[in-house]
């Protein structure tokens, strides 16, 4: 609000609420903090779970950081630009979510205590983004070559990201299969390894072990067929793929047919019946046994297809009839008439199981497949889900090797060389841009600094032994957990991609440069009006957070 000639002028509604300066800048730098000590004790191997409740009483059970921030109904503005960090990671690799958002909340922090010193946010922002870049060449020169062969390191960076989560007791099993499913589905273009994750479809059924899951070299279908008089295996399977309905069209305008004889009804409704008759002569003389059709198949004409041995399934949804086309190397017809045996797609078998009470189709030992299955098991709902969601990151993790062909060890090991040699660096930077750097770099050894309290150990006496074995050379010494020493991470076998450590780098300090820009932060009323506006993180906890249903005083 203005004032002219002593008269108010409103220059925004009435109801609008608005924070300026450093009021603005502590709110949004609280809330961040928040949603990062939210997630922060679920780091590392001995990571603690959260429980969400929302307000219908479903639950989940998870450490994993997306999870987490998606289930939470986050209100304030800053607040959920830390869950599209998090989401940016989930996409970007599939892994690092938690790492990613902690990151986030620790550079805030510490640029906090350098505002208070009078350094402009500014400033800090422009020193942070010298540091990312500094932090992201020294992540070149520290990386390590990985190759579509090293099955071994393959498998390590698989089960690192495995670690501390619900399938930690399988990850040995559930690795291989994760490894197994990635190398089938990649693809080398130009030198490089491109990776379509939507390849790999992952169906879960509990009632069985972990242990128990396996890796279909096809498409799992979670339907059953359309007949019970078709066979419930066909081996040798000719396949059919269709994109149209194999049933009588409708008329595209509405019609009215009077029928005055009944011999003229009965020749109608047998009409219907040969047509259909010749829809299956079609599909059986172009060699197919199996039929699966994107659309609706007729009673009559299924009726027919079991009397000729074939086995059907309607209604494929159409990721799935892609991922057949892949798997099978078949082409999805949108017309019976140009059904030939060249569109047919070829399969070890096609058999109908029952998983978990309910009935699946196995279009399994297809050849070359370009598409596979992974059916994950675990004795209850919580625990499969926790399954997918660990089973997922490793994907991510195996993926993001092969595709930027370089490793770097785990266990806080390269935030702690990166965290060395940027304070080397900022020796070399003038100005008030050189305590944004060192700030930056001790944001980093957080990461290490949270595993050890996860792990119940000491974080400083962690700290100092880290960064004197990183001082005398040893680059990739991090903290075992285990044995709650300093090791070699690399020779230990953790191992992760380093595009986990890059798109961490610079989601987070592109997060955290664009929170401290913000100085003025305007909150329009909502809907209906009426009362007056609350500030976001006013009336609450720092940030104001709106919490699930259930969850109680989680924050």
Same mark, same amino acid.
């Given at each position: 609000?203005?004032?002219?000639?002593?008269?108010?002028?409103?220059?925004?509604?009435?109801?609008?609420?608005?924070?300026? +300066?450093?009021?603005?800048?502590?709110?949004?730098? &609280?809330?961040? /903090?928040? !949603? @990062?000590?939210?997630?922060? #004790?679920?780091? =590392?191997?001995?990571?603690?779970?959260?429980?969400?409740?929302?307000?219908?009483?479903?639950?989940?059970?998870?450490?994993?950081?997306?999870?987490?921030?998606?289930?939470?109904?986050?209100?304030?503005?800053?607040?959920?630009?830390?869950?599209?960090?998090?989401?940016?990671?989930?996409?970007?690799?599939?892994?690092?979510?938690?790492?990613?958002?902690?990151?986030?909340?620790?550079?805030?922090?510490?640029?906090?205590?350098?505002?208070?010193?009078?350094?402009?946010?500014?400033?800090?922002?422009?020193?942070?983004?010298?540091?990312?870049?500094?932090?992201?060449?020294?992540?070149?020169?520290? +990386?390590?070559?990985?190759?579509?062969?090293?099955? &071994?390191?393959? /498998?390590? !960076? @698989?089960?690192?990201?495995? #670690?501390?989560? =619900?399938?930690?007791?399988?990850?040995?099993?559930?690795?291989?299969?994760?490894?197994?499913?990635?190398?089938?589905?990649?693809?080398?273009?130009?030198?490089?390894?491109?990776?379509?994750?939507?390849?790999?479809?992952?169906?879960?059924?509990?009632?069985?072990?972990?242990?128990?899951?396996?890796?279909?070299?096809?498409?799992?279908?979670?339907?059953?067929?359309?007949?019970?008089?078709?066979?419930?295996?066909?081996?040798?399977?000719?396949?059919?793929?269709?994109?149209?309905?194999?049933?009588?069209?409708?008329?595209?305008?509405?019609?009215?047919?009077?029928?005055?004889?009944?011999?003229?009804?009965?020749?109608?409704?047998?009409?219907?019946?040969?047509?259909? /008759?010749?829809?299956?002569?079609?599909?059986?003389?172009?060699?197919?046994?199996?039929?699966?059709?994107?659309?609706?198949?007729?009673?009559?004409?299924?009726?027919?297809?079991?009397?000729?041995?074939?086995?059907?399934?309607?209604?494929?949804?159409?990721?799935?009839?892609?991922?057949?086309?892949?798997?099978?190397?078949?082409?999805?017809?949108?017309?019976?008439?140009?059904?030939?045996?060249?569109?047919?797609?070829?399969?070890?078998?096609?058999?109908?199981?029952?998983?978990?009470?309910?009935?699946?189709?196995?279009?399994?030992?297809?050849?070359?497949?370009?598409?596979?299955?992974?059916?994950?098991?675990?004795?209850?709902?919580?625990?499969?889900?926790?399954?997918?969601?660990?089973?997922?990151?490793?994907?991510?993790?195996?993926?993001?090797?092969?595709?930027?062909?370089?490793?770097?060890?785990?266990?806080?090991?390269?935030?702690?060389?990166?965290?060395?040699?940027?304070?080397?660096?900022?020796?070399?930077?003038?100005?008030?841009?050189?305590?944004?750097?060192?700030?930056?770099?001790?944001?980093?050894?957080?990461?290490?600094?949270?595993?050890?309290?996860?792990?119940?150990?000491?974080?400083?006496?962690?700290?100092?032994?880290?960064?004197?074995?990183?001082?005398?050379?040893?680059?990739?010494?991090?903290?075992?957990?285990?044995?709650?020493?300093?090791?070699?991470?690399?020779?230990?076998?953790?191992?992760?991609?380093?595009?986990?450590?890059?798109?961490?780098?610079?989601?987070?300090?592109?997060?955290?440069?664009?929170?401290?820009?913000?100085?003025?932060?305007?909150?329009?009323?909502?809907?209906?009006?009426?009362?007056?506006?609350?500030?976001?993180?006013?009336?609450?906890?720092?940030?104001?957070?709106?919490?699930?249903?259930?969850?109680?005083?989680?924050?």
């Amino acid at each position: 609000m203005a004032q002219l000639g002593g008269q108010p002028i409103f220059v925004m509604s009435e109801d609008a609420a608005r924070q300026t +300066g450093r009021d603005a800048q502590e709110n949004n730098i &609280d809330a961040c /903090k928040t !949603v @990062a000590n939210a997630v922060r #004790t679920t780091l =590392g191997p001995h990571g603690m779970d959260k429980m969400m409740v929302d307000s219908i009483g479903d639950l989940v059970v998870t450490n994993d950081g997306v999870t987490i921030l998606e289930e939470m109904e986050l209100e304030h503005p800053a607040a959920k630009m830390m869950v599209e960090v998090a989401k940016t990671q989930d996409e970007e690799v599939g892994d690092g979510t938690t790492t990613s958002v902690v990151l986030s909340g620790e550079l805030l922090k510490n640029a906090e205590e350098l505002i208070d010193q009078d350094v402009h946010p500014t400033v800090i922002a422009k020193g942070y983004r010298q540091a990312q870049e500094r932090a992201l060449e020294i992540l070149d020169e520290l +990386g390590e070559e990985v190759t579509f062969d090293d099955e &071994d390191s393959l /498998k390590k !960076v @698989a089960q690192t990201t495995m #670690t501390g989560k =619900g399938a930690e007791n399988a990850k040995e099993y559930l690795s291989g299969l994760a490894l197994d499913a990635v190398r089938q589905v990649a693809e080398e273009v130009d030198g490089e390894y491109r990776i379509d994750q939507d390849l790999i479809k992952v169906e879960k059924k509990q009632g069985a072990s972990v242990e128990e899951s396996e890796l279909v070299q096809g498409v799992i279908i979670d339907k059953e067929k359309v007949h019970p008089n078709m066979p419930d295996k066909v081996e040798d399977a000719n396949i059919a793929l269709l994109n149209t309905p194999v049933e009588v069209q409708e008329t595209e305008t509405d019609a009215e047919i009077q029928v005055t004889d009944p011999q003229k009804l009965q020749q109608f409704v047998d009409q219907e019946e040969e047509t259909l /008759k010749e829809m299956v002569d079609q599909i059986k003389d172009a060699g197919a046994n199996v039929v699966l059709a994107q659309k609706g198949i007729d009673d009559i004409a299924q009726h027919y297809m079991a009397k000729e041995g074939i086995f059907a399934i309607r209604r494929v949804k159409k990721s799935d009839m892609e991922n057949l086309a892949k798997a099978t190397d078949a082409n999805i017809v949108t017309s019976l008439k140009d059904l030939s045996e060249d569109d047919l797609g070829e399969a070890g078998d096609v058999a109908s199981r029952s998983v978990g009470g309910d009935d699946m189709t196995f279009v399994q030992d297809c050849e070359n497949a370009k598409s596979v299955s992974l059916l994950l098991r675990g004795g209850t709902e919580h625990v499969v889900d926790e399954v997918e969601r660990a089973m997922e990151d490793a994907i991510g993790g195996v993926s993001s090797a092969l595709r930027t062909g370089t490793i770097v060890g785990g266990g806080g090991a390269t935030e702690v060389e990166l965290a060395r040699q940027l304070k080397d660096y900022s020796e070399s930077v003038g100005g008030r841009e050189q305590l944004a750097i060192t700030a930056f770099a001790e944001a980093l050894e957080t990461v290490p600094r949270t595993l050890a309290e996860n792990a119940g150990l000491d974080p400083i006496d962690v700290l100092v032994d880290l960064r004197s074995k990183h001082e005398s050379g040893e680059k990739w010494a991090g903290i075992d957990v285990s044995s709650g020493k300093s090791e070699d991470l690399f020779r230990e076998d953790v191992l992760e991609p380093i595009q986990i450590k890059t798109q961490a780098l610079q989601s987070a300090s592109e997060a955290a440069e664009l929170i401290l820009r913000i100085d003025d932060v305007i909150s329009a009323s909502g809907e209906g009006g009426g009362g007056e506006p609350e500030m976001p993180g006013g009336g609450g906890a720092p940030g104001g957070m709106g919490g699930m249903g259930g969850m109680g005083g989680m924050m």
